[in-house]
């Protein structure tokens, strides 16, 4: 099992440029999540998915977009990116039966806008 | 609402002493609770999680946490700290009435340092 997979492990992206940042797991979870991680801010919730064909905002929506493509697949969209973006991105994923599951994260995506 | 405060931002250690990282919950009942650990450049990864079977809770790397109702409490102790000890510290919470929309709120997070 790899888990839950992210690519690209690096991006430096011009402010204005879009990209789109994947996340795969292979647990059969049925829910998915977007973090963005800065210093000292902790872990701030972007968008999650409780389950496929559902996606929510979290705390810190604007500027995202996401898709959860099928059960395995949930990405996040940059349409135009600022450099307020620049953050380590994480992606989880939570088996989303019972209170008690944890989440599983992604090795991240350090993500620079200049 | 559920949250958790985590007190101190970071905590310094010697190598060989104890290591006291502490989470305090707001929860109208008992919820779930978590400790994650994030190593430099990695994703979180799970230490340990309070399902309500046991308030002591053995997690890996030789960590554990108390629940404590009266406290609100679940803070993460580790008897002699390790060098590879050094890392971020989350602990979590989720609500036990699960539903589809149901989150698990993350706290701030705890920088452990350990002095040689």
């Known amino acids: 099992n790899a888990g839950v997979t992210q690519t690209p492990k690096f991006q430096v992206l011009k402010t204005g440029q879009s990209m789109t940042l994947q996340c795969a797991q292979d647990m059969n979870h049925n829910s998915m999540y977007w973090y963005r991680q800065d210093p000292g801010m902790g872990l701030r919730l972007i968008y999650y998915s409780a389950s496929e064909g559902t996606t929510d905002k979290g705390e810190v929506p604007n500027g995202y977009n996401v898709s959860r493509l099928n059960k395995r697949e949930f990405s996040l969209r940059l349409e135009s990116a600022a450099p307020s973006q620049t953050s380590v991105y994480f992606c989880?994923?939570?088996?989303?039966?019972?209170?008690?599951?944890?989440?599983?994260f992604g090795p991240g995506t350090r993500l620079t806008v200049l | 609402a559920q949250s958790v405060t985590q007190l101190g931002s970071h905590v310094s250690v010697s190598e060989g002493a104890l290591v006291l990282l502490r989470c305090n919950y707001s929860s109208s009942v008992p919820p779930y609770l978590f400790w994650y650990v994030q190593y430099p450049n990695q994703g979180l990864q799970l230490l340990l999680k309070?399902?309500?079977?046991?308030?002591l809770v053995k997690g890996i790397n030789g960590f554990e946490a108390e629940f404590k109702k009266s406290e609100t409490s679940f803070h993460l102790t580790k008897p002699s700290a390790h060098m590879s000890d050094a890392a971020e510290y989350f602990c979590?919470?989720?609500?036990?009435?699960?539903?589809?929309?149901?989150?698990?709120?993350f706290g701030s997070g705890t920088r452990l340092s350990i002095r040689p």
């Open positions: 979590a919470v989720a609500p036990t009435a699960y539903s589809s929309a149901s989150k698990i709120i």
């Open positions: 989880a994923s939570r088996a989303g039966t019972r209170g008690s599951d944890e989440q599983f």
């Open positions: 309070y399902t309500s079977a046991a308030t």
